[in-house]
């Protein structure tokens, strides 16, 4: 019987290298995980050198499928380091579970702290410690407004974001640290997809501690398309049947993402990825930023339509309006510059790139004003909504719909200001600037100063009166330049009774002339 086991074992073994030299496999997608032990001593070495490290491998249960994660980091000084777990499954961001959470390291214990999601580990001073735990997706349903920030974790793919799966040393937040992550023992024919890098199983790389935690992480049956703007590379990766055309979101994703490089003026960043998963209860699509990446939901019915191209555009905005232009906490209270700026940006992006026509940009224009000028909670100040952003689904919309609103004035406001030389472009490209330069960190205070510079007093006052009383903005003869006039429709709640509101609609002044020839200049096209 040994002997028998013997020769079996010898023939897995060279049936195993005969695999792995199949010339097959050269320039596949997973030729790095297959070939991913050849420089074990060199991996080793660098694993020794760097400031914090995973290794990450499946593991099969009978009834659960998890991932197992071992953390290494060099200890400090003072010989104890505060750990910030994934959030608890009461959390909004998470609904993942750890398992057999313990220490690997010699001299090492952990110790629990007054809040559930915060561990103290002590050691041997400057010693590597070393921490083992299993995690896995403690749910297979979804339900409620946010649920598409949770981690899932099954046998055919995983999709994760940092803060809901991995145990973080807290460190200083803005320090850059350099990041070893080895994927393990993953099925071959998977592909992996991350913020920062497409099917490495072994990777190296530096970010901030917040990028890392803000950082996607995916895995599995995705197929992975790749589309090139200049120098840059895009990434996207699939799951799932879709009607639509894949190469088609491609081309689409690609025009989105080179025309706002354009808009800044920045071509940095040398790596993009968007991630599509389905998810069913997503009535409209949903896209969620994270470094260097894009995840977006779609449920069976999508269509590549203005919702689905502006969810991506509005998404991406936020790698500057969000990374790059960094907001004062409380950060709710300026969501309606920071989420608004976006929105009314991802619409002027779709138009200028000509991926949607004028006709379609005003009608969805109108659409904005009449959901925000018959909502129940159009008159709540901006304390309120920034209150319950997170939790009531209402406040959140209303809270874009606001800055998407306000911005359209405040444009037309500053293309009066300045005589037609100035526009939010200038003003948006300018406060940019002075983050990257000033180190400026935005709040409403200093949006306010910059109001006033580039459109005078009465249109502070205006933002001022709706943000702080509520009170509705008025419709800008011009916000849409002068091709356009407001007409105040009055619609009462229930056809004949109810409560009556009064909501601008925009008309052309002249139905016989071409908007796309006529007036694409206002709004920065040819």
Not at 360 to 367: A, G
Not at 376 to 385: A, D
Not at 478 to 485: H, S
């Amino acid at each position: 019987m040994r002997k028998f086991l013997l020769f079996l074992y010898i023939n897995v073994f060279f049936s195993s290298i005969l695999y792995l030299k199949d010339s097959s496999l050269i320039g596949s997608p997973r030729q790095a995980l297959l070939n991913s032990d050849k420089n074990k001593l060199t991996q080793a070495k660098e694993y020794k050198d760097s400031d914090i490290s995973y290794s990450i491998e499946p593991f099969y249960d009978i009834n659960s499928f998890r991932l197992i994660v071992v953390l290494e980091f060099h200890g400090e000084k003072s010989g104890e380091t505060q750990l910030l777990l994934p959030p608890g499954i009461s959390a909004r961001h998470n609904n993942a579970s750890i398992k057999y959470l313990k220490v690997l390291s010699a001299n090492t214990t952990l110790e629990d702290t007054d809040k559930l999601d915060v561990k103290t580990v002590k050691y041997t001073p400057g010693s590597l410690v070393r921490i083992y735990y299993q995690i896995e997706e403690s749910t297979n349903s979804y339900s409620g407004q946010y649920n598409y920030y949770q981690a899932v974790i099954r046998k055919p793919y995983f999709h994760f974001f940092g803060d809901t799966f991995f145990i973080i040393p807290k460190w200083d937040w803005s320090n850059v640290y350099n990041f070893k992550i080895s994927w393990n023992h993953f099925p071959s024919n998977w592909n992996l997809a991350n913020s920062f890098g497409v099917n490495q199983n072994y990777q190296v790389f530096n970010s901030a501690l917040w990028k890392f935690r803000d950082a996607v992480f995916a895995g599995g049956d995705f197929k992975i398309y790749t589309r090139s703007i200049k120098a840059r590379k895009v990434y996207i990766a699939v799951r799932g049947e879709w009607k639509f055309s894949i190469d088609q979101l491609c081309e689409v994703t690609k025009t989105i993402f080179d025309a706002e490089n354009i808009f800044w003026n920045d071509n940095s960043n040398q790596y993009e990825l968007e991630i599509v998963l389905p998810f069913e209860s997503a009535d409209t699509p949903i896209a969620e930023k994270r470094t260097n990446a894009i995840s977006l939901y779609l449920s069976p019915n999508n269509e590549i339509d203005y919702a689905l191209k502006k969810s991506i555009a509005h998404e991406y905005f936020h790698r500057w309006v969000g990374d790059a232009i960094q907001f004062a906490d409380p950060q709710q209270l300026v969501y309606w510059f920071k989420e608004g700026v976006s929105e009314y940006y991802a619409g002027l992006i779709l138009l200028r790139s000509r991926l949607i026509d004028l006709d379609t940009y005003i009608s969805e224009y109108n659409r904005t004003l009449k959901e925000y000028y018959t909502s129940s909670s159009r008159f709540e100040t901006n304390e309120k909504t920034a209150k319950g952003f997170w939790t009531d689904r209402d406040l959140n919309e209303i809270t874009v719909q606001r800055g998407n609103i306000l911005l359209c004035n405040l444009n037309a406001a500053i293309m009066k200001n300045s005589n037609g030389v100035k526009s939010l472009d200038d003003f948006i490209r300018d406060l940019y600037k002075r983050c990257k330069t000033e180190s400026l960190v935005i709040s409403n205070g200093s949006l306010s100063a910059l109001i006033r510079f580039y459109a005078g007093d009465g249109s502070l006052a205006e933002i001022m009166r709706t943000l702080n009383s509520g009170i509705l903005p008025k419709a800008n003869v011009n916000a849409l330049g002068p091709c356009f006039y407001p007409e105040i429709i009055n619609k009462k709640r229930f056809w004949l009774f109810g409560e009556e509101y009064e909501i601008p609609f925009y008309k052309p002044k002249n139905e016989n002339i071409s908007l796309d020839n006529n007036c694409m200049w206002w709004f920065g096209g040819d």
